[in-house]
């Protein structure tokens, strides 16, 4: 089971377009058994999976310690996505968990997910835009961090003090924890697009990924519909680029796309 986490301390980055999109490029074109934690209080990954609600433990009880993988896997529609739901509890559960100090704080969703690492290939991490114990908690659990992005002035402060936050958690809880690359979502064609991305390279330590996600209307059009955008405009840029991005995860991984052979990082 890999398990990727998609953070960035902005908000409008598309960390929640990202999430699903790749959940569904992987389970339904790839076959692969997806868990999707939505570990975001606004929920928005659960509106998208029609899994919002109050009726149905979620993320705040597992950070809670109040109830197991069983009662707070839910199925979605789809076949191979399963989610952990979040809802507004989630911000009480956040604050509640700084005030119980008996049992570590960092490790609970890491305690919940290692209960389902048979059932599942990959598990994507929803998070808010925030340096939160939620988020702490799936850094604690990951393999890798995925930061999208989208290229204006203030991208790169808030990536640096992630990536900042990424490495304690690394060296105090979490050894395999990596930095998996920036990916650049709404990109345009433009003067300022590109210089934006070519410094990025340029500065090495955010390690782009090759694949960069074009900007389209037809992405806000997908999150109205609740359809994923590869289902909703097969044939617009933004889904070719996710489907690229997705196998690239999915060789870094060591986990080889349906039609290439098993390969290592450099595939
Ligand atoms: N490639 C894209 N092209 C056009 N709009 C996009 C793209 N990616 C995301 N968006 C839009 O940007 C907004 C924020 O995306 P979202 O994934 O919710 O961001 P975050 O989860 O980081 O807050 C949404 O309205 C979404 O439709
Ligand atoms: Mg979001």
Same mark, same amino acid.
């Given at each position: 089971m890999k398990i990727f986490t998609i953070a960035n301390l902005k908000g409008g980055v598309g960390k929640t377009i990202t999430t699903v999109n790749v959940a569904y490029l992987l389970a339904a074109e790839q076959g692969r058994r997806v868990l999707v934690v939505d570990n975001d209080q606004q929920g928005n990954a659960s509106h998208f999976f029609g899994r919002y609600g109050y009726d149905k433990p979620g993320m705040a009880e597992v950070l809670a310690r109040t109830a197991g993988p069983e009662a707070v896997i839910q199925h979605t529609d789809y076949e191979h996505i399963d989610i952990i739901a979040a809802n507004l509890n989630l911000a009480k559960a956040e604050k509640a968990v700084l005030l119980d100090t008996m049992v570590p704080q960092q490790v609970r969703l890491r305690e919940c997910l290692r209960q389902v690492k048979n059932v599942y290939d990959y598990v994507?991490?929803?998070?808010?835009?925030?340096?939160?114990?939620?988020?702490?908690?799936?850094?604690?659990?990951?393999?890798?961090?995925?930061?999208?992005?989208?290229?204006?002035?203030?991208?790169?402060? %808030?990536?640096?003090?992630?990536?900042?936050?990424?490495?304690?958690?690394?060296?105090?809880?979490?050894?395999?924890?990596?930095?998996?690359?920036?990916?650049?979502?709404?990109?345009?064609?433009?003067?300022?697009?590109?210089? %934006?991305?070519?410094?990025?390279?340029?500065? %090495?330590?955010?390690?782009?990924?090759?694949?960069?996600?074009?900007?389209?209307?037809?992405?806000?059009?997908?999150?109205?519909?609740?359809?994923?955008?590869?289902?909703?405009?097969?044939?617009?840029?933004?889904?070719?680029?996710?489907?690229?991005?997705?196998?690239?995860?999915?060789?870094?991984?060591?986990?080889?796309?349906?039609?290439?052979?098993?390969?290592?990082?450099?595939?």
């Open positions: 994507l991490i929803d998070n808010a835009p925030s340096l939160g114990m939620c988020v702490v908690n799936a850094l604690t659990t990951s393999d890798w961090l995925i930061v999208p992005a989208k290229i204006d002035r203030w991208t790169f402060e %808030g990536v640096d003090m992630l990536l900042q936050q990424a490495e304690q958690v690394q060296s105090y809880f979490n050894p395999q924890l990596r930095f998996a690359g920036t990916l650049i979502t709404n990109y345009r064609r433009n003067e300022s697009n590109r210089q %934006g991305a070519e410094w990025l390279r340029a500065a %090495g330590k955010y390690k782009p990924f090759h694949s960069m996600i074009r900007w389209t209307d037809k992405v806000d059009e997908s999150t109205f519909a609740a359809a994923p955008i590869v289902v909703h405009s097969p044939r617009c840029n933004a889904s070719k680029d996710y489907r690229r991005f997705t196998a690239e995860l999915m060789r870094l991984a060591g986990d080889a796309p349906d039609g290439e052979q098993k390969g290592g990082e450099q595939a």
